[in-house]
């Protein structure tokens, strides 16, 4: 089998000692915290409930705060909540709040990802200093007393999205990468279609965190690395715990000779300690997330997270686990109406590989 395999070890080496104090100082911040998760979950008392809500929210200031602290000297890591102004700080906190909830269904939850890689979006590519405008001419459906036309300015981000390649880390990453991929087509001022690389990447989910392996399944992928090279490289995907997939595979690509103009990860949740290795381990890499979180647990596993979000995207497999084009299929009428240039391109990069 033709695989490459990175291990948790080597994912750590790129980690240094100060970074290593800090997630400490993290963890015990979050183990204080999972004490007040059981008192809320078995007291009885609304007394003690009230207090220990009371304790809680202190404490998650406390995470924020040396979160934020922490971001504030790397800036190679935006976060939504630290790099935007404050008014907008509920929206997030709201999207974010609903796809954590497990009474969340999957059709809702599908909604909450597009909202939320649309607000990314925004963060990558809406906050450079650019007073340029492209308008937008719109022929209207109102035609009296004369056919109707509309005038929009948006920003000028033609220069940020030539030459754009969507890099998609299967199963969970599919969707999110097509939310992206449309927002490009419709903020370049051509219609630009990104081409799209697909990537056969797991984990081993029977090891824990500190044995964890990364396996790049190269026979189940769908890229040409002479069609990325020199290319600004996007990848999105829901969840950022380890950071793992992402060295893996982008290691891979500089290994063999792809030198990426800018390489960016959207992601919905970030671990911090994902969040750290990535910019550790890749030079050349800018790192854009909603939400961070403080922590993972010995799973490997974002803790407060929000669940297995390919599952709550796609559904779940059965015995049998789907092939991407199963998958596109799978996704319906709406999804497959709204994106239907990607698709096409999606499926073009299957089938003609």
Avoid at 127 to 149: D, E, H, M, R
Avoid at 249 to 260: E, H, I, Q, S
Avoid at 309 to 314: C, L, Q, S
Wanted: glycine content about 6%.
């Amino acid at each position: 089998m033709n695989k490459v395999i990175l291990k948790a070890q080597d994912l750590d080496g790129y980690l240094t000692s100060e970074d290593n104090t800090n997630l400490s100082r993290m963890d015990g911040l979050y183990r204080r915290a999972m004490v007040s998760f059981n008192i809320l979950n078995t007291s009885s008392s609304e007394g003690a409930r009230k207090r220990e809500e009371t304790t809680l929210v202190e404490l998650y200031n406390q995470m924020g705060g040396l979160m934020q602290e922490i971001c504030a000297f790397e800036p190679r890591i935006q976060v939504y909540s630290f790099a935007t102004p404050q008014e907008n700080h509920g929206e997030a906190s709201r999207l974010i709040a609903k796809l954590r909830d497990q009474s969340t269904e999957r059709q809702e939850f599908v909604y909450y990802i597009q909202r939320a890689f649309e607000l990314l979006f925004n963060l990558a590519f809406g906050g450079s200093a650019n007073p340029k405008k492209n308008y937008l001419i719109v022929k209207t459906p109102v035609n009296i007393p004369v056919q109707n036309f509309a005038v929009h300015k948006i920003p000028n981000i033609d220069a940020q999205l030539e030459d754009t390649v969507m890099c998609v880390m299967l199963r969970g990453a599919l969707l999110p990468s097509m939310i992206i991929s449309k927002e490009i087509q419709e903020y370049s001022s051509t219609g630009y279609l990104t081409p799209f690389a697909l990537f056969k990447i797991k984990r081993d989910d029977t090891k824990n965190e500190h044995t964890m392996e990364y396996i790049l399944d190269l026979d189940r992928s769908y890229f040409k690395l002479k069609e990325l090279d020199d290319k600004n490289l996007i990848f999105a995907d829901p969840m950022n715990a380890t950071g793992g997939s992402l060295v893996t595979t982008v290691k891979y690509l500089l290994d063999n000779g792809v030198k990426p103009k800018s390489i960016r990860f959207l992601n919905v949740i970030s671990a911090l300690k994902g969040s750290l290795r990535i910019i550790r381990a890749i030079e050349n890499v800018t790192v854009y997330t909603l939400w961070m979180d403080p922590v993972l647990n010995d799973r490997a596993y974002i803790m407060p997270g929000l669940g297995d979000a390919g599952d709550r995207i796609n559904g779940m497999d059965d015995e049998h686990p789907r092939d991407m084009l199963r998958l596109v299929a799978d996704y319906g009428t709406n999804i497959t109406g709204l994106y239907r240039s990607q698709l096409r391109i999606i499926e073009e990069t299957v089938l003609h590989r």
